[in-house]
């Protein structure tokens, strides 16, 4: 059974950072790309950032660009999501999620193959 969990989100200020972690269990992240997406009360989901395991590429949100990088450790089975300079925008539930497939995933042509519960992050004014 694949299980993924996010962890790491809290409640901070505008301008704070916040560093999320994914583990996961019953899969290797080595077999998989892995992302983060976010859902917001009242807003469509939205794709964070994304990894390849393949090269290591990754994908942003324009809405996030320059601002939150997304890194694995492979030794470790962990994805992390460092979050700076947050705004109360990015407030939602963020959640980490796998696929096999980078560019049909991000262009939301399909699905993650597996995600998790998620992890509350809550950006104060």
């Known amino acids: 059974e694949v299980q993924l969990q996010a962890s790491g989100g809290g409640l901070v200020q505008a301008g704070a950072s916040l560093r999320l972690s994914c583990s996961a269990s019953?899969?290797?992240?080595?077999?998989?790309?892995i992302g983060w997406f976010r859902r917001a009360p009242g807003k469509d989901r939205e794709g964070v950032a994304l990894i390849s395991s393949n090269d290591g590429s990754t994908r942003y949100a324009d809405s996030v660009k320059g601002r939150f990088t997304i890194s694995n450790d492979n030794a470790k089975n962990t994805v992390y999501l460092q979050m700076n300079s947050l705004k109360p925008e990015d407030t939602a539930v963020y959640y980490c999620?796998?696929?096999?497939?980078?560019?049909?995933?991000?262009?939301?042509?399909?699905?993650?193959?597996?995600w998790g519960q998620g992890t509350q992050v809550t950006v104060s004014s």
């Open positions: 019953g899969i290797t992240f080595d077999d998989y790309h």
């Open positions: 999620a796998v696929t096999r497939f980078v560019e049909l995933v991000w262009s939301g042509l399909i699905d993650y193959d597996h």
